[in-house]
Every structure is written in C-alpha cells, then in structure tokens.
C-alpha cells in the first residue's frame, strides 16, 4: 500500500514512475510504468534493470530474507509432504544496490520494526549505505501494514531525524517524497 502511494506521490511531483511490484489487488496509479513480480529473485532482477536509469530508488517491499530451497509447481499432496524443508537465504536486494549506487542516486530503504525501532533503523541505514530510512513501528495497530494510516520517522545519513506524525498514508507518502525530492535536487547540483 505505501509503495503504491509512494509511486502516486512522485508521479504527482513530475516524476517518471517505475513501480515495481508483488501481487496486490491495488489498481495501478494512472501514468505509472507497472512490473508485476512475484518472488524475492524476480524482484532482485527487476530492481537491477532498472536501477542505472534512476535519481530516486525506494525500497518499501517487505522482501523475506529466505525461502524454501525447492520450489513445486504442483501441489504436494498428502503423504508426499517432505518432513523437512530447507530453505536458503534471498539476495539483499537493497543492500546490493546500495554497494552500487553512484554521487548521483539517493537510496531510501524502510525500516519495519516492533522494538527498539530508532536504533535497528540507523543500522540499517548503515549497513546497506542508504541515503535515507524510513523507520516505522510496526507494533501499533493504529499504524503499520493493515493499516489505512502510518506514522515514521526519517533518518538521514548524516543523522539527522524528522518525524511524520500519524497521517493517512497518502499524505505520509506525499510528506516524505518531497523530502527525497529535495534530496536528489541537492545532490544534482
Ligand atoms: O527486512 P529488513 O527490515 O532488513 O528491510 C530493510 C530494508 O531492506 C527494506 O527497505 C527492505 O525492502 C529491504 N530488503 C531487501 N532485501 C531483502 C530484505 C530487505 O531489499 N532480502
């Protein structure tokens, strides 16, 4: 739901959008280009297509950090159901890009955490050599995945902090796209 508001939000500020993007039954924002994906390694191939071409990348998926090492294409019925299974670790797609990134590109990356939110966000952002995180406490229900509304903190790498109190998620999205706007601006210039 944030990305696809996200996405409205920078199309709406004259930005060329590319929207890459699981399954979700949110209609595609008008005037916005849609790559529909459904695993974390198609997401890892799209992100990589498309990311030399882009000032402003942001990375709001809640990609998993495994999956199951086999994949069936049919279903597995009873008695055939292996007694284990393993799974291996997904790429860091953010992580990757951020190793990549030129003076040019501002990398944003979010933050979804039940605790000790500010400190796990600031790892993050350094970690994955982000130029922004969007820290947000998850444990809320008033805010957060199922939720209409959110409220987030955003941390520069430099550390500086600005807090976006409870909004809809439209508007939150409006608030803090203007700040990766001004972003991409300054390091243009
Ligand atoms: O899952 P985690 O809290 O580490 O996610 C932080 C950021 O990293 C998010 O922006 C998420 O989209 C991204 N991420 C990723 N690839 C993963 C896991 C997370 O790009 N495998």
Known sequence: MMGYALASAARD???KVTLISGPVTLPCPKGVELVKIETALEMEVAMQAHFAVAN?????AAVCD???AERYEKKIRKG???ENITFVKNPDILKNLG???????VLVGFAAETHDVLVSAKKKLKEKKL???VANDVSKCEMGFSS???EVTLIRSDG????FPLSEKSKIAEDILKVFYTSCQEKAH
């Open 13 to 15: 500020l004259g930005m």
């Open 56 to 60: 402003l990348i942001i990375m709001c």
């Open 66 to 68: 495994h999956r199951p």
């Open 80 to 82: 055939q159901f292996p």
């Open 99 to 105: 190793s990549k990134k030129n003076d040019c590109q």
């Open 131 to 133: 130029d922004w995180i």
């Open 148 to 150: 209409q509304q959110n």
């Open 160 to 163: 500086l902090q600005m807090n």
